[in-house]
């Protein structure tokens, strides 16, 4: 069966919160967000995320009725953040990151953004690739992850004309 990429709805809520929070447990130096601190959401804190009641937007990707990716968007200071992406270790490899970064970027163009923000850790080699891939370029800003202050994040971006 071939990749689907589908907007997060209410109805999606359980399968955002299980890949958000194995995504967490598997890569927990990658996100702003720790596994500890989102595992303790209600229900009803996930159906709102889902639903798109909360600042950011996500996107999951679907292989044989099975969720196996996920990217999300938030707007920060009047720019579009590429935040959340993170694919199923099974799945990685496979084109699924890329379609995934497509729906953000697409997303963030129709709304009459220019550019597409994100921050990744240098170290991160695969994601770094990932990105560079799909046109983003590093940026001279620099900023600690909250949770892990030893790690040193930078600014990548993407322009959208």
Same mark, same amino acid.
């Given at each position: 069966?071939?990749?689907?990429?589908?907007?997060?709805?209410?109805?999606?809520?359980?399968?955002? &919160? %299980?890949?958000?929070l194995?995504?967490?447990?598997?890569?927990?130096?990658? @996100?702003g967000?720790?596994?500890?601190?989102?595992?303790?959401?209600s =229900? *009803?804190? !996930?159906?709102? /995320?889902?639903?798109?009641?909360?600042? *950011?937007?996500? !996107?999951?990707?679907?292989q =044989?009725?099975? %969720?196996?990716?996920?990217?999300?968007?938030? !707007?920060?200071?009047?720019?579009?953040?590429?935040?959340?992406?993170? +694919?199923?270790?099974?799945?990685?490899? &496979?084109g699924? *990151?890329?379609?995934?970064? *497509?729906?953000?970027?697409?997303?963030? &163009?129709?709304?009459?953004?220019?550019?597409?923000h #994100?921050?990744?850790?240098?170290?991160?080699?695969?994601?770094?690739? #990932?990105?560079l891939?799909?046109? @983003? +370029? !590093?940026?001279?800003? @620099?900023?600690?992850l909250?949770?892990?202050?030893?790690?040193?994040?930078?600014?990548? %971006? /993407?322009?959208?004309?």
């Open positions: 069966m071939s990749l689907e990429i589908t907007l997060c709805g209410a109805a999606d809520w359980a399968e955002l &919160k %299980v890949i958000r194995a995504a967490l447990l598997d890569s927990p130096l990658a @996100f967000l720790r596994h500890a601190d989102q595992v303790k959401l =229900d *009803a804190d !996930w159906q709102a /995320r889902a639903a798109g009641q909360t600042p *950011a937007r996500y !996107w999951l990707a679907w =044989d009725g099975r %969720v196996i990716g996920l990217i999300g968007m938030v !707007w920060v200071q009047q720019h579009p953040e590429l935040i959340a992406m993170w +694919v199923h270790p099974d799945a990685r490899g &496979k699924v *990151a890329d379609p995934l970064i *497509a729906q953000v970027l697409q997303h963030a &163009k129709a709304a009459g953004a220019e550019h597409v #994100l921050l990744v850790s240098p170290d991160n080699q695969a994601a770094s690739r #990932l990105y891939r799909n046109g @983003f +370029v !590093w940026q001279d800003v @620099f900023q600690p909250e949770h892990q202050p030893e790690i040193v994040l930078q600014q990548m %971006v /993407r322009a959208l004309c």
